[in-house]
Every structure is written in structure tokens, then in C-alpha cells.
């Protein structure tokens, strides 16, 4: 969408950064439900091998990933959108400057993410009840990240690497370009 001027309405929006408490806290209830239902259910069914996959996941999740990707990216130190892990990732890495986040950073995400969203799927798979509980509420968290956090970075991000994330590009073609850097 346009304004008079062909700026992307989204960059003139006040110019606030943070994003909306509220709609934040909604977000991470979704996401602690799904957290919930996916130990509930894993310790329910007694799959405890799953159980450990999922917990290593989240641990590399918010170890390495967060260094490769985070400590690179400008919304470092920042309460951004995907969660706030621009602020987390500020109190535990030093800011990283002058190098590009590569293949191998995105690889381990994709890694770290498909663990922690399929290992509790894998594990409630004979449980249907269970199974469709915790996908729905994934899906819910899923919807958030898309419509929350890629699109404020799809048409606010001005970094190279993030051109092949297919979201940032999907947003960023929706706004018809990204907003002008800061001065």
C-alpha cells in the first residue's frame, strides 16, 4: 500500500520501533500453550528421548543461532518482533560487526526450528487429540510470527542477507519496497 508521496504507508507509522506490548504478550501466550501441550503431552505419552531431542533443540536454539544471526542482525539490543531475542541476544553475545550472517547460520535455524516444531508433532503422533491441540496452537504461533514480526521486518529491514528469507521477501514486495534507511 501507497501514500501520496509512493512511501509505503507501513514507514510512516509513527516511527515507533518496539512493538505493542499487547499484542506481544498475546504471542507469547500462544507460544507458552504450545510449549505447554507439547511437554504435556510428550511426558504424557512417556516419550522422554523426544522429550530431551526437543529441550537440545531449544538450547542450540538460543545458543549458536543467536550469536551467527542475531548479534549481526539491526534489531541487536532492540525489543523486536521476533520475540524480543534482539534484546536477549544483547545480554548474552557482544555485538558482531563488519560480517555477513552466511548459508551456515540460516542452516542451523532452519535446523533448531524443525526440531522444536516436528520433534513434539513426532512424538503425540498416535495421540490425535493431543496432536491436533498442539498444531493448532503452533499454527496460532506460526500466524504471529508471519503477521507480526516478518512483516515489520519486510518492510523495515535494509540487510542484504535477509533477502532470501521468503517471508522478507513476500512482505517486502507487498509494501512495493522497503522503508528509506535512517539517517
Not at 46 to 52: A, D, G, I, S
Not at 76 to 92: A, D, F, N, P, W
Not at 96 to 107: D, I, S
Not at 111 to 126: E, N, V
Request: contains cysteine.
Amino acid at each position: 500500500m501507497r501514500g501520496k508521496e509512493g512511501e509505503a504507508v507501513e514507514c510512516r507509522r509513527n516511527g515507533k520501533e518496539d512493538p505493542d506490548p499487547l499484542v506481544m504478550a498475546a504471542r507469547f501466550a500462544a507460544f507458552a500453550a504450545a510449549d505447554a501441550e507439547a511437554l504435556r503431552g510428550m511426558v504424557g505419552e512417556r516419550k522422554y528421548r523426544h522429550l530431551l531431542v526437543w529441550l537440545g533443540g531449544w538450547a542450540l536454539f538460543l545458543t549458536w543461532p543467536r550469536y551467527l544471526i542475531c548479534s549481526r542482525c539491526e534489531g541487536y539490543g532492540k525489543m523486536c518482533r521476533s520475540y524480543y531475542l534482539g534484546r536477549y541476544t544483547s545480554s548474552v553475545f557482544p555485538r558482531v560487526e563488519g560480517k555477513r550472517v552466511g548459508g551456515a547460520a540460516v542452516l542451523l535455524e532452519v535446523l533448531c526450528l524443525s526440531t522444536i516444531f516436528w520433534t513434539p508433532a513426532i512424538a503425540l503422533r498416535k495421540n490425535r487429540v493431543a496432536l491436533s491441540r498442539y498444531l493448532a496452537l503452533m499454527q496460532t504461533v506460526l500466524l504471529g510470527q508471519f503477521f507480526h514480526a516478518c512483516r515489520w521486518c519486510g518492510t523495515h529491514s535494509h540487510e542484504g542477507w535477509k533477502a532470501v528469507c521468503p517471508a522478507h521477501r513476500y512482505w517486502k514486495s507487498r509494501a512495493g519496497r522497503a522503508c528509506p534507511a535512517p539517517d
